[in-house]
């Protein structure tokens, strides 16, 4: 079973970046595809962008297309999310998630484990 914990989250004004990193331990990193989910108040957790186990493969949601960017490290265990341009309606916990296929899929339940999220505040 693999154990996700994100981080970089935080407060920054829009028009600015932000990464955010997953470390990932207790599996191996490789068999996983990986993805970045967000759920902002009282709203429903959606999909931001997935990467496939080794990486040649990523999906993104429509919306969010050339503003972020995921890549992944198999050999540090971790899968990294660039957000540039950030907006005020970005604002939300980032969750970090894995699932065991070869595929990438922008269904929340498709995916298998999920970190405790990190907080994404921008501001106007």
């Given amino acids: 079973q693999v154990q996700l914990v994100e981080s970089g989250g935080g407060l920054v004004q829009a028009g600015r970046s932000l990464r955010l990193s997953c470390a990932a331990s207790g599996g191996a990193f490789s068999s996983y595809a990986m993805g970045w989910f967000r759920q902002a108040p009282g709203q429903e957790r959606e999909f931001v962008v997935g990467i496939s186990r080794s990486g040649d493969t990523t999906r993104y949601a429509d919306s969010l297309k050339g503003r972020f960017t995921i890549a992944r490290d198999n050999a540090k265990n971790a899968v990294y999310l660039q957000m540039n341009s950030l907006k005020p309606e970005d604002t939300a916990v980032y969750f970090c998630a894995a699932a065991r296929s070869t ?22």
Avoid: H, L
């Fill in 103 to 124: 595929r990438v899929s922008g269904t929340r339940s498709w995916w298998d484990y999920w970190g405790q999220g990190t907080q994404v505040t921008v501001s106007s």
